[in-house]
């Protein structure tokens, strides 16, 4: 059995793919298996596979009909025989070193999860720099840094997870947006606790057009809305109700960053309707930023007010 199972999703990813799947062919730990799950690609991504794993016998190719990267991350994770996942994007990099770092690092302490930092590029790669410290959260603690610690993120990519607390139905779980922080939150709520290696190991690539790229769509706000009500749901801790909060203002804000914003304004109405709900409580939030309380003020201003302020202001993340 394989130290780590790596599983790549693969649909459509052109010419970015043979430089991903080089990056991990050229890892220096070597106890390690490749799940290519093609996602009913139609521009030869799934051919390419077929080519890469003939000649690498440490990859494997599982086709299936176009079902969405979640769903196709779970059947690589039913596929999987080895002891840790690593969920790694087709057009994305990863430091030369990334599975010897983060696999001696998870043996260390036995954590069922470790996670390091991404590093987004456009065109050439980052040059690859050492592993420095490595911290341990528990409970609360993890919860936070899970929910607000942008060097953690929220995809999967950058992690190492145990096999048994990352389950496939966890991946699939009926979301397109905010789907990795889900599936993270759950896998975080069955492990309890993390580990994160201050290690810049994964290279996210920076593609115009890319999923987290799109024009703004209903979806794009009401799913983002739905995995954070899961996750708030029933919860009184101070760093999840601040996550919530948080989240409400974002969405809030990105409708208002639109050309086309009063298509949203349904939606807009109704997020501002919580915010305004919530205020009071939110103000007593320990864990939610002053920047954040401040946007919450201002966000009680007539919408075409906060707009003009949202647009000189701020800029659209994932």
């Known amino acids: 059995m394989a130290t780590v199972s790596i599983i790549v999703p693969v649909y459509n990813v052109g010419e970015y793919l043979l430089p991903c799947l080089d990056s991990l062919a050229a890892q220096s730990f070597r106890d390690w298996e490749c799940i290519l799950v093609d996602d009913g690609s139609t521009d030869g991504s799934g051919e390419v596979c077929d080519r890469y794993a003939a000649v690498d016998s440490r990859f494997r190719v599982v086709h299936q009909p176009n079902s969405g990267v979640a769903a196709a991350r779970a059947a690589g994770v039913r596929a999987a025989a080895g002891e840790y996942l690593w969920f790694v994007d087709g057009d994305d990099l990863a430091h030369p070193r990334f599975l010897e770092e983060m696999t001696t690092a998870v043996h260390s302490g036995d954590f069922p999860i470790l996670g ?31 929910l607000h610690d942008k060097a953690l993120d929220y995809g999967l990519y950058n992690r190492l997870f145990r096999r048994d607390v990352m389950m496939p139905e966890f991946l699939d779980n009926g979301f397109k947006y905010n789907e990795d922080l889900l599936a993270n939150w759950y896998a975080l709520e069955r492990a ?54 948080e989240k409400l203002l974002y969405l ?41 309380k401040l946007a919450a003020c201002l966000s009680l201003l007539p919408p075409a007010w906060y707009r003009g302020i949202c647009r000189a202001l701020l800029k659209d993340r994932r």
């Open 116 to 146: 390091c930092r991404v590093i987004p590029f456009y065109g050439n790669p980052p040059q690859p720099g050492a592993a420095g410290d490595c911290q341990i959260w528990e409970g609360e603690e993890a919860t936070h840094h899970l």
């Open 192 to 245: 309890g606790k993390m580990a994160f290696l201050d290690f810049g190991g994964y290279f996210y690539r920076q593609v115009e057009g890319s999923a987290s790229r799109k024009k703004l769509t209903v979806p794009f706000i009401t799913q983002q809305w739905q995995v954070a009500g899961l996750i708030a749901r029933d919860r009184r801790e101070d760093t999840i109700r601040s996550f919530y909060y």
């Open 252 to 292: 809030y804000s990105m409708i208002l960053r639109q050309d086309h914003w009063q298509e949203f304004s349904y939606l807009g109405s109704t997020l501002q309707g919580f915010i305004r709900k919530e205020f009071s409580a939110a103000l007593g939030y320990k864990t939610l930023p002053l920047g954040m």
